[in-house]
Nanobody, 124 residues
């Protein structure tokens, strides 16, 4: 069974940093693209970062470039999202998700396996 479990969310002041973790189990994530997404109240879910070791595809929108970094620890089957320079607009529920092989421009509707999400709140 494919499982993704996020952790690391919380309340942080603007300009601060957080590191989110996504623990993966039930599949070989060398064959999958792993993405991070967020959803703010009243807004659609959007991709914020993605990478795939399978085809080398990545995704990072301009809104987070230079501030958010995705990485992985193979020994822990964990993918991280390091977020720096946080802004109130970064507030939302953050999810990790997996899809076969490619990031495909980080479109959430193309990702089939999702975690439960972790709340990130950035105060001004």
């Amino acid at each position: 069974e494919v499982q993704l479990v996020e952790s690391g969310g919380g309340l942080v002041q603007a300009g601060g940093s957080l590191r989110l973790s996504c623990a993966l189990s039930g599949f070989d994530f060398d064959d999958y693209a792993i993405g991070w997404f967020r959803q703010a109240p009243g807004k659609e879910r959007e991709g914020v970062s993605c990478f795939s070791n399978t085809d080398g595809s990545t995704y990072s929108p301009d809104s987070v470039k230079g501030r958010f970094t995705i990485s992985r620890d193979n020994s822990k089957n964990t993918v991280y999202l390091e977020m720096t320079g946080l802004k109130p607009d970064d507030t939302g529920v953050y999810y990790c998700a997996a899809r076969w092989r490619s990031c495909l421009r980080g479109q959430p509707e193309l990702f089939g396996s999702w975690g439960q999400g972790t709340q990130v709140t950035v105060s001004s």
